[in-house]
């Protein structure tokens, strides 16, 4: 997935909670949100107005919220565990690595694989 077509599908699933959201899906719309806030706080500072960021925060509020959510379920782990960055530290840095990590191959208990399955290669065997 690259850049626009993860805006396009975190913003579309804007509250959307249920399902799996790939590693890229997620980084992206990450990187999105920052860019997103470093130009509000340009805009705020040059204006003077000190209002754009907070806006723009709370309208990405609930897709990053919901994308966060997604990505845990790509690693087949309940959305709670979003709740581990309440904890300073130690709880950002277990939510880190597990956005980090490979999700499940094939399906699980949230949904289908967001990732194609790999196409098969002749005369190549999978590996058990």
């Known amino acids: 997935m690259d850049f626009g077509q993860s805006i396009s599908t975190c913003l579309s699933k804007y509250a959307t909670f249920s399902g799996r959201a ?3 899906e997620y980084w992206w ?3 999105f949100s920052v860019l997103v806030s470093f130009g509000t706080q340009f805009l705020d500072i040059f204006l003077g107005l000190f209002l754009l960021n907070l806006i723009a925060s709370l309208a ?4 990053s919220l919901a ?4 990505r845990l379920h790509d ?12 904890i300073p530290v130690i709880g950002w ?4 690595v597990f956005n980090c990590m490979r999700g499940t ?9 967001p990732l194609p399955a790999p196409a098969a290669v002749p005369g190549v065997q999978r590996a058990a």
């Open 22 to 24: 790939s590693r890229s």
């Open 29 to 31: 719309f990450v990187l």
């Open 60 to 63: 990405l509020l609930l897709p």
């Open 67 to 70: 994308v966060g959510v997604r």
């Open 75 to 86: 690693t087949d782990r309940s959305g709670w565990w979003l709740l581990l960055l309440l």
């Open 93 to 96: 840095i277990v939510v880190l």
């Open 105 to 113: 191959v094939g399906p699980n208990r949230f949904g289908e694989d």
